[in-house]
């Protein structure tokens, strides 16, 4: 089945630095959402994408529809301790019906 | 506005007890969602329903596994037998098919079967 696949699956870094974040996958998207995961609660949708080359942005976040429209890049800038959690990528398949979601990328933040 | 609501959100029970987790969706969201979340498997789609008719249950491990949706507010997921290896979070999720945002999920129900 359609699958994605995110890299890196964990990030330890120091508070301020920027982070990048990706997910692939072998099939074509029309469709790539980021969400957030913090502890002990759901997922969160943060940016969404629609468009081939599309770059959105919410506030220190920045995301980027792949050209192929088989990946997807999230940076985060100026990083802060709250940005602590589980970074998701997500897609619609079965004609845009079913939901799917990468792996995750844990993000871990030194004070 | 009321979320994604799911209930118990902590469930013990020992194995080979039947385990019901409900879930409440957004009002006028016709798409559900159940997942299941382990360290393992991550984020794992179990089946969805449109219009309370289940669209596609291949997620579904097995047959102790069953969800059902009499209407268009409440849905469960039923597992009969419990087993250790259940021991996972479960996720609700809801939105309205063809809408070009995500779908909206449940803060979880933290299931440990011992």
């Known amino acids: 089945g359609q699958q994605l696949n995110q890299s890196p699956q964990s990030m330890f870094i120091q508070e301020g630095e920027d982070v990048s974040m990706n997910c692939t996958s072998s099939?074509?998207?029309?469709?790539w959402l980021w969400y957030k995961q913090e502890p002990g609660e759901g997922p969160v949708l943060l940016i969404a994408?629609?468009?081939?080359?599309e770059l959105t942005s919410n506030g220190r976040l920045t995301a980027q529809f792949g050209i192929t429209r088989k990946d997807s890049f999230l940076n985060i800038s100026a990083s802060i301790p709250s940005d602590v959690g589980i970074y998701f990528c997500?897609?619609?398949?079965?004609?845009?019906?079913?939901?799917?979601f990468g792996q995750g990328t844990r993000l871990t933040i030194n004070p | 506005d009321a979320g994604v609501i799911q209930s118990p959100r902590h469930e013990v029970t020992e194995m080979g007890q039947e385990v019901t987790l409900r879930c409440k969706p957004i009002?006028?969201?016709?798409?559900l969602f159940w997942y299941r979340q382990t360290m393992m498997r991550g984020l794992e789609l179990l089946i969805y329903?449109?219009?309370?008719?289940?669209?596609?249950d291949s997620g579904m491990p097995e047959d102790r596994f069953s969800a059902k949706m009499p209407n268009a507010s409440f849905s469960t997921l039923k597992i009969q037998p419990s087993e250790p290896r259940d021991s996972a979070v479960y996720f609700c999720?809801?939105?309205?098919?063809?809408?070009?945002?995500?779908?909206?999920f449940g803060q979880g129900t933290r299931l440990t079967v011992v």
């Open positions: 999720a809801s939105r309205t098919t063809g809408s070009r945002v995500g779908a909206f």
């Open positions: 099939s074509i998207f029309n469709t």
């Open positions: 994408l629609y468009k081939a080359g």
């Open positions: 997500a897609g619609p398949i079965q004609g845009a019906q079913k939901l799917v």
């Open positions: 009002s006028g969201h016709n798409s």
């Open positions: 329903f449109n219009n309370n008719v289940p669209i596609d």
